[in-house]
T-cell receptor, first 112, second 114 residues
């Protein structure tokens, strides 16, 4: 059973379009992270959201943590080919070294 | 630039062979992790270590073992490789164990078992 479900699993869009990726759970998280993984590389942290309802912006990327801290979304405005990659959400549920649960991932392709 | 380095990017092994995957970090992080990544399944934790010579099982430890003799090095061992262990293996490290762990990943080791 996956603790974190991401949707959609695959997304292929034209350059310049907007998109939203969702990360949902029935569990409450103390914080949530988003990573992007480019082909042939490991995931790289984009952002951490901590407070319910929090919104963070990173240039064209907007991240939101749900009020109940069970879900999150990533919105990309005017997507570019450089946004292509696998987007992973990861929720933290408890203290300690092993406290991250990863989502199933969304593979985004932005076509020039 | 801080780094997690996985020495082998691509390996091809035969069923029954012993496989070593090495990971080194230069950030003096206490925590190190081994994940495997398979399409549609996300990242699944195999083992992690929070200190030298300490190790804890993750979600899918069967068929794997680990070694952490030095703080900077965390090795994943497949005693007898099987075809269902064909996968991408990702090593990561982190420093914060009290709150939200932020992981720094290596580039991955793609293992094919024939």
């Amino acid at each position: 059973t996956q603790l974190l479900e991401q949707s959609p699993q695959f997304l292929s869009i034209q350059e310049g379009e907007n998109l939203t990726v969702y990360c949902n759970s029935s569990s409450v998280f103390s914080s949530l992270q988003w990573y992007r993984q480019e082909p042939g590389e490991g995931p790289v942290l984009l952002v951490t959201v901590v407070t319910g309802g929090e919104v963070k912006k990173l240039k064209r990327l907007t991240f939101q943590f749900g009020d109940a801290r069970k879900d999150s979304s990533l919105h990309i405005t005017a997507a570019q080919p450089g946004d292509t990659g696998l987007y992973l959400c990861a929720g933290a549920r408890r203290t300690g070294a092993n406290n991250l649960f990863f989502g199933t991932g969304t593979r985004l392709t932005v076509i020039p | 630039d801080v780094k997690v380095t996985q020495s082998s990017r691509y390996l091809v092994k035969r069923t029954g062979e012993k496989v070593f995957l090495e990971c080194v970090q230069d950030m003096d992080h206490e925590n190190m992790f081994w994940y495997r990544q398979d399409p549609g399944l996300g990242l699944r934790l195999i083992y992690f270590s929070y200190d030298v010579k300490m190790k804890e099982k993750g979600d899918i430890p069967e068929g794997y073992s680990v070694s952490r003799e030095k703080k900077e090095r965390f090795s994943l061992i497949l005693e007898s490789a099987s075809t269902n262990q064909t996968s991408m293996y990702l090593c990561a490290s982190s420093v914060d164990s009290s709150g939200a762990n932020v992981l720094t990943f290596g580039a991955g080791s793609r293992l094919t078992v024939l």
